[in-house]
């Protein structure tokens, strides 16, 4: 049964917008675009794995009276969050005559979202853009509060700008077609938020996570409503991250240094960066005798559940680095100021603060013990004794759902 339409408002005066969450919103893009199309071009930029979709909001846009519209197809996965591609997509939108009344719309995951947004923020000076989120991850984060940009061979989304969509157009339906992994590595951003500042979305988690990850309709349109809600909150109080919005980073210091470490070739996907990271902030914070050990291990306990992974031992094949290379690359970390790092940490579940008053050497401590730890938890073993890995853990947290 399709679920009611959810509409979420982030409210940034005349760079406000709404956020619609629902069921076969693809075959409805026009109703929820907030310009008249007439005299306008469209151009929709989205990638291989997706293009279908891309195809019907294309062909959509067409019968709703835009003037033009074009489609851009590129490679799926983080590396195309490159300068290549920006210049890529700039050079398109040139060639066929972008204009400053032209849409940008993004059809896919955070990487073409991100990767459009920006460059709909520099072409011309800025021309609209309209994400059309498909992935979880997307729909519950990097589809809502106009972070743009490209990643850099120094670290992650480190090139980009803050630019707000015209909207955000969440069909649920869209994530049937996502790979489990994916899908799974878009919860750790869900889990997030009931971490950040609501006890009570966590606990909602723990009973209900496995029926959002199994995409039960009103489950998960229920999880990407408070998801937004919450950015919604935090994004309308500082929009440009001068403080509270680093919150949402949760996770993130640790988790991007893994992800740059990994050199974004697939095996670490974002979100499982997130899910080890928020891990690894909770052993930091609980070294510094901020959080309960309790508390970390409900956590995990509750990664573990749906299939994510919470250790630097599951990534395979197995991360070749060391505490120096991963320090030296979270001190590139746009939190850190002065080589000094900022981090975002758990006090309890549902409560997080943000502080760099956080000794180098103890971080060294918990990357140490990270980059060495084989005690893993048992979820993490198969029947042999022999580590699962990441797509073992999914695997097997999905099929004990059927
Ligand atoms: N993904 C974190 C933020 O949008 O601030």
Redesign the pocket.
């Known amino acids: 049964m399709p679920v009611e339409t959810k509409i979420v408002t982030i409210d940034l005066d005349t760079r406000g917008y709404d956020i619609y969450i629902g069921s076969g919103l693809l075959y409805r893009l026009a109703d929820f675009v907030p310009v008249e199309l007439a005299g306008r071009s469209v151009f929709v930029v989205t990638d291989e794995n997706v293009k279908s979709y891309a195809q019907a909001a294309k062909d959509i846009m067409a019968e709703a009276g835009a003037q033009r519209v074009e489609m851009m197809v590129l490679p799926p996965g983080e590396k195309t969050k490159s300068f290549k591609q920006l210049e890529r997509i700039c050079g398109w939108l040139l060639d066929h005559g972008v204009h400053r009344n032209s849409i940008v719309m993004a059809v896919g995951g955070g990487v073409i979202g991100d990767l459009s947004g920006f460059a709909a923020s520099t072409i011309m000076r800025g021309v609209s853009y309209v994400q059309v989120p498909t992935t979880l991850l997307a729909q519950v984060?990097?589809s809502?509060?106009?972070?743009t940009g490209i990643n850099m061979a120094q670290g992650k989304n480190l090139v980009g700008a803050f630019y707000q969509p015209i909207s955000v157009i969440a069909d649920i339906e869209t994530l049937k077609t996502i790979p489990k992994r994916e899908l799974l590595a878009g919860y750790a951003?869900v889990v997030k938020y009931g971490l950040i500042n609501d006890l009570g979305f966590f606990q909602w988690l723990e009973d209900n996570g496995k029926d959002v990850c199994a995409l039960d309709p009103e489950a998960v349109s229920h999880a990407i409503e408070k998801s937004t809600k919450a950015?919604a909150e935090?994004?309308e109080s500082d929009e440009k991250?001068s403080d509270r919005?680093?919150l949402?980073?949760l996770g993130?210091t640790f988790g991007h240094a893994l992800e740059t470490a990994a050199k974004y070739d697939g095996r670490l996907l974002h979100g499982e960066g997130v899910a080890i990271g928020t891990i690894l902030a909770f052993d930091l914070s609980l070294r510094l005798g901020h959080c309960t050990q309790e508390d970390m291990e409900r956590v995990e306990a509750h990664f573990s559940a749906v299939g994510l992974p919470t250790r630097v031992s599951f990534i395979e094949p197995a991360l070749k680095t060391d505490v120096d290379s991963l320090m030296e690359i979270m001190k590139k970390d746009k939190k850190a100021t002065g080589g000094q790092m900022t981090f975002v940490l758990p006090a309890a579940i549902g409560e997080t603060f943000i502080t760099k008053d956080v000794p180098e050497g103890i971080v060294r401590d918990v990357l140490k013990d990270a980059i060495g730890k084989t005690n893993v938890t048992m979820e993490g073993f198969n029947r042999q004794g022999k580590r699962k890995g990441i797509k073992g853990l999914w695997k097997s947290a999905f099929s004990s759902q059927s």
């Not at 809502?144 to 972070?147: E, I, M, S, W």
């Open positions: 984060d990097s809502v509060g106009g972070k951003e950015k935090i994004v991250e919005r680093a949402l980073n993130h």
